[in-house]
């Protein structure tokens, strides 16, 4: 095994289980493993870990125990969003070294089904997602991972590289809806899917962009984030169909042509129908509850496109060179740090509106 030998600190996780608990506490792989470059299969680098950010999904699965069908029913580490630098490579694997700096696509798949044939591995009938039960996820200070799925990030910040998932979301988004030049586009909800989702909607010249919330905070960030988008708050109580109205008259009476739901809402999504024009698509990204209530008239007498997306594949590359050329900027989204060692402290803050926070990372050092 090819590894480095200056590591000290022992392996540490953040656990959740079936009661909610939340905790830092000792995992694998050992610090004694790591450091002989045991463990390894074909084909595996340890990577240490450095920057994870915390997706609203890792919230779910603490506080509520469950997204849709994908439930904790165990001992649960989370944490999808990272980047960090390889400690140690298997000797099949040559494209890596130890010290290369990587982001970590975080999915396992089986090669042989017929998504994963096709090139949609999204849909991996076998696939593991790290992060998504019964799969421990990556918010680890190291991680055995295969190398097929470590993106060399250059000198890129891990920050960044922690950020080219989410920014992943967005791409496949972009991609699949089919947003254009001159678009005029709807973005539903100013989380941090929304504004990396309304980033990109900017890069790609869509205008007018109409970005909504329930929170006066997110739309102000968003504003100042990118300043020819146009916010409206979203208030409760008003009707699906009249929130629509308000939605087209921010946009200058110009009806969307596409509407990207990012928050899985069901008067968003429904809010989302009533806005967009005759033809237009509603493409949502928010994951919500498992049934829902749609206005069909209004999608079956205005034809409009309802379509959906899971997860995102082959993404990876193209976000690196957004992120890369300034295309992209993800910097301004992380307000808040935390090392490791303080991540309950970090859940907190990034479950609590009150804080404001947009994207919270947690930060490890590995002694390199």
């Given at each position: 095994m090819s590894t480095t030998t200056t590591i000290t600190k022992s392996n540490v996780g953040v656990f959740t289980n079936p009661a909610?608990?939340?905790w830092v506490a000792e995992s694998e792989p050992t610090l004694d493993t790591v450091k002989q470059g045991e463990g390894l299969k074909e084909g595996e680098v340890t990577i240490g870990i450095k920057s994870t950010g915390i997706c609203g999904s890792d919230v779910h699965f603490w506080?509520?125990?469950?997204?849709?069908?994908?439930?904790?029913?165990?001992?649960?580490?989370?944490?999808?969003?990272?980047?960090?630098?390889?400690?140690a490579v298997h000797p099949t694997v040559k494209h890596l070294k130890p010290g290369d700096r990587v982001a970590i696509e975080p999915n396992i798949i089986c090669n042989s089904c017929e998504q994963c044939l096709t090139g949609r591995y999204n849909g991996c009938e076998k696939v593991q997602f790290l992060s998504t039960p019964p799969f421990w996820g990556l918010l680890r200070r190291y991680v055995n991972h295969p190398a097929v799925w470590c993106h060399k990030i250059g000198d890129m910040s891990f920050e960044n590289g922690s950020m080219l998932?989410?920014?992943?979301?967005?791409?496949?988004?972009?991609e699949r809806s089919g947003v254009k030049l001159g678009d005029p586009v709807l973005v539903c909800g100013a989380g941090?899917?929304?504004?990396?989702?309304?980033?990109?909607?900017?890069?790609?010249?869509?205008?007018?962009?109409?970005?909504?919330?329930?929170?006066?905070?997110?739309?102000?960030?968003a504003k100042e984030l990118v300043p020819s988008a146009?916010?409206?708050?979203?208030?409760?109580?008003?009707?699906?169909?009249?929130?629509?109205?308000?939605?087209?008259?921010?946009?200058?009476?110009?009806?969307?042509?596409v509407a990207l739901e990012c928050t899985?809402?069901?008067?968003?999504v429904a809010s989302a129908i009533w806005s967009v024009k005759f033809g237009g698509k509603v493409f949502v990204i928010g994951v919500g509850k498992n049934e829902m209530t749609m206005p069909f008239m209004r999608l079956s007498t205005q034809e409009i496109d309802l379509q959906y997306q899971y997860r995102y594949c082959n993404t990876w590359p193209?976000?690196?060179?957004l992120v890369e050329s300034g295309i992209i900027?993800?910097?301004?989204?992380?307000?808040?740090?935390?090392?490791?060692?303080?991540?309950?402290?970090?859940?907190?803050?990034?479950?609590d509106p009150k804080t404001g926070a947009i994207k919270v990372q947690i930060q490890s050092e590995v002694d390199i």
């Open positions: 909610h608990e939340l506080r509520a125990g469950a997204i849709g069908p994908m439930v904790v029913e165990d001992t649960h580490i989370l944490g999808h969003e990272s980047a960090g630098v390889i400690l998932e989410p920014l992943s979301v967005a791409l496949a988004a972009m941090p899917i929304g504004l990396i989702t309304l980033l990109c909607c900017r890069a790609a010249g869509a205008e007018p962009i109409v970005v909504t919330d329930i929170d006066e905070g997110r739309l102000k960030f146009r916010p409206y708050k979203v208030e409760r109580g008003v009707t699906p169909e009249q929130a629509a109205q308000d939605i087209i008259k921010t946009g200058g009476g110009i009806k969307a042509a899985g809402v069901e008067s968003s193209r976000a690196i060179r900027d993800l910097k301004r989204l992380v307000t808040h740090r935390f090392d490791i060692e303080d991540a309950v402290k970090a859940f907190e803050t990034a479950s």
